[in-house]
């Protein structure tokens, strides 16, 4: 099982940016999908972009497709995610993590994990 560890959270007024990373603890990257989700007070964990393996292709949902990012450094042994436009609702523990599967597997964390602890971020003026 690869394990991510999530940074780059914060504070953000509405229509800021904020960029997130994603390491890999050991190397593997290249070999998985990986995926980024982030879970809002009271709220279910939500799938919000993928990048493949396979080929770099990228998933987002439709709550952030335009605005977010995802990108990846195998080199690095990072993900990035490059979030823009940001709005109050877009707060949220952000969390990446490594799929079994595939990017169509983003609409379920079953097929993500391990889970680590997550990044805060907090879009308010």
């Known amino acids: 099982q690869l394990r991510l560890v999530e940074s780059g959270g914060g504070l953000v007024q509405p229509g800021g940016s904020l960029r997130l990373s994603c390491i890999a603890s050991e190397f593997g990257l290249d070999s998985h999908p990986i995926g980024w989700f982030r879970q809002a007070p009271g709220k279910g964990r939500e799938g919000i972009a993928c990048s493949e393996a396979s080929d770099d292709s990228t998933t987002y949902a439709d709550s952030v497709k335009g605005r977010f990012t995802i990108t990846r450094d195998n080199a690095k042994n990072t993900v990035y995610l490059q979030m823009n436009s940001l709005k109050a609702e877009d707060t949220a523990v952000y969390y990446c993590?490594?799929?079994?599967?595939?990017?169509?597997?983003?609409?379920?964390?079953?097929?993500?994990?391990?889970w680590g602890q997550g990044t805060q971020v907090t879009v308010s003026s």
């Open positions: 993590a490594a799929g079994q599967l595939n990017c169509r597997s983003l609409h379920n964390d079953f097929f993500f994990g391990p």
